[in-house]
């Protein structure tokens, strides 16, 4: 399968789950769907290119005898360097802010906060993973305090 077409895919799954998440009614099966169909999902595409990029298996990144170097700007610059680095990273990306923004979601649910005030903040999140959560840690912040919860 060309990296293109997995890159293709891994989009809409995302913006499916995302879609869902701030869209549909939070019932369990749902949250079900979006934690194992969407980010599981992701997490194993994103292995599977992981492991046949760095084992040389597919899209080798760099000369055959050059490690994959995540300690200098050249060497994970080398990583993103091919269309399967790109895949594989942007997989990450997608399996991680869609994971945060489950548990935004669940989190803004269990202290109380509508879906209008989540939904931009979950948007965020979607288009920009660390500003999203940012803003929801500082927006939950008194409502968690005021519950005596921090979780």
């Not at 989190?107 to 959560?133: C, E, H, N, Y």
Request: aromatic content about 12%.
């Amino acid at each position: 399968m060309a990296w293109e077409t997995i890159f293709s895919a891994v989009n809409l799954l995302a913006m499916v789950a995302w879609a869902a998440l701030i869209l549909a009614p939070r019932k369990p099966a749902l949250l079900a769907a979006v934690l194992y169909l969407g980010v599981g999902l992701l997490c194993l595409v994103y292995a599977a290119g992981l492991v046949s990029i760095v084992g040389g298996l597919a899209d080798p990144v760099g000369p055959a005898d050059a490690a994959v170097d995540f300690t200098t700007i050249e060497g994970v610059r080398s990583i993103f360097a091919s269309n399967g680095g790109v895949t594989v990273g942007w997989t990450h990306y997608l399996a991680f802010d869609l994971f945060v923004g489950l548990w935004i979601a669940r989190d803004a649910d269990a202290k109380g906060f509508s879906r209008f005030i989540q939904a931009p903040i979950l948007f965020a999140t979607f288009m920009a993973g660390p500003v999203g959560l940012l803003v929801w840690l500082v927006v939950r912040e008194r409502r968690a305090r005021a519950q005596g919860r921090w979780s």
